[in-house]
């Protein structure tokens, strides 16, 4: 049995390599964004329970690529038969528990138990409802992406819809069973998963 973080990062932060060092029974799974050099996570060579993606996106936040960044970090972790508890977490989170303790927490619980945010939210229905020239892009920061984004939202309130659309936290934790549901379904639904590309996320 053995807990796995599924990193997300962007930039090379030097506490991951202590992190990693202080729980040996762990494993960390890595993301790093293929806009920046892979040379930079240089400092975590030598650790036996880091695994850094080779399959690496391009990422921006809220967008699809973000997305497709963490169904590989899952891909990879599920792939080790040992891996049982999942922790998706950034570059920049610090952890407050030892591992034994987080384990301790999800013993007793149903198998299928995934800690997850998510709340109807009318305001973003934009985000899901339209497409948009400028997501998943370098444009989506800036001011031509602004200014889209600002024609959906207004075309959101104008534009009477009973669209559902739901919101939370991109960080969750789930143990073995919800995460090998989660990317079956994301695999049977592969056609409208890819229609998600042209889409504000809402990450």
Same mark, same amino acid.
């Given at each position: 049995m053995a807990t796995a973080f599924l990193i997300l990062c962007d930039r090379p932060h030097k506490h991951?390599?202590?992190?990693?060092?202080?729980?040996p029974n762990a494993r960390f799974y890595i993301h790093y964004d293929a806009k920046n050099d892979i040379d930079e996570l240089d400092f975590l060579n030598g650790l036996n329970n880091v695994f850094i993606l080779n399959d690496r996106h391009s990422v921006y936040w809220g967008g699809f690529s973000q997305v497709s960044a963490i169904l590989k970090l899952f891909q990879a972790a599920l792939s080790d038969k040992d891996n049982v508890y999942f922790h998706l977490v950034s570059g920049e989170c610090v952890p407050?528990?030892?591992?034994?303790?987080?384990?301790?927490?999800?013993?007793?619980?149903?198998?299928?138990t995934i800690f997850l945010e998510s709340n109807?939210?009318?305001?973003?229905?934009?985000?899901?409802?339209f497409n948009a020239p400028h997501a998943d892009t370098v444009w989506q920061r800036h001011f031509f992406g602004k200014v889209c984004t600002k024609i959906?939202?207004?075309?959101?309130?104008? !534009?009477?819809?009973?669209?559902?659309?739901?919101?939370g936290s991109t960080w969750f934790s789930t143990d073995r069973g919800a995460?090998?549901?989660? !990317?079956?379904?994301?695999?049977?639904?592969?056609?409208?998963?890819?229609?998600?590309?042209?889409?504000?996320?809402?990450?």
């Open positions: 991951l390599f202590l992190w990693a060092q202080s729980e407050l528990q030892r591992v034994e303790m987080l384990e301790r927490e999800w013993v007793g619980l149903p198998e299928g109807d939210c009318k305001r973003l229905r934009y985000r899901v409802r959906l939202q207004f075309a959101d309130k104008v !534009i009477p819809s009973r669209m559902p659309c739901y919101t995460a090998l549901a989660m !990317i079956e379904q994301v695999s049977g639904l592969r056609s409208q998963v890819s229609g998600l590309r042209s889409q504000v996320s809402g990450l």
